[in-house]
């Protein structure tokens, strides 16, 4: 049943975790706010420090569950309708988030929402010409 569930749903849900849970000190709809804070401190070879946000973060996850799940899409062949299904209703749920609660309506929201349009989008594209090329090796063989 959630074989199809796209990686971008990952990300997703820790930022809803973020947004629903709220604030350790208790402070609600602060989480705008927290997506700009630094979560951290990296030292460079060069000497010089990254501070990376919480937003900055959340954004890599999701750019890499992004990759993982194109490359789901190539790969696996088989559920791909319960795929289209869950990225669809990602999206939808996403869409849904970003305009009507406070908490998402945010840049980093935003990106994980136009992540999500993107991910529906290529995989109905490549399944289509996967499926027109499938189509056109067949006629070409007679079969």
């Known amino acids: 049943m959630f074989a199809g569930l796209p990686m971008l749903a990952v ?25 700009n804070e630094p ?19 959340i954004l890599a996850l999701a750019i890499g ?4 799940d194109l490359v789901k899409i190539f790969t ?29 309506a945010t840049s980093t929201f935003a990106l994980m929402t136009l992540m999500s349009l993107f991910s529906a989008a290529s995989g109905l594209m490549i399944t289509a010409l996967y499926g027109w ?4 090796q067949r006629f070409k063989s007679g079969r």
Do not use: Q
């Not at 979560?39 to 973060?57: C, H, I």
């Not at 990225?87 to 970003?98: H, I, K, N, Q, R």
């Open 11 to 35: 990300p997703v849900l820790v930022y809803n975790l973020l947004a629903f849970v709220g604030d350790p000190g208790g402070h609600a709809h602060k989480l705008p706010t927290r997506l």
């Open 76 to 104: 696996s062949r088989k559920d791909v309708a319960s795929a289209h299904i869950w990225s669809g209703l990602l999206l939808a749920v996403c869409s849904m988030e970003f305009l009507m609660l406070p908490d998402f």
């Open 133 to 136: 090329t499938a189509v056109d």
């Open 65 to 68: 569950a992004v990759v993982v």
């Open 39 to 57: 979560a951290g401190l990296v030292r460079m070879s060069s000497g010089a420090a990254w501070s990376p946000t919480l937003s900055d973060l």
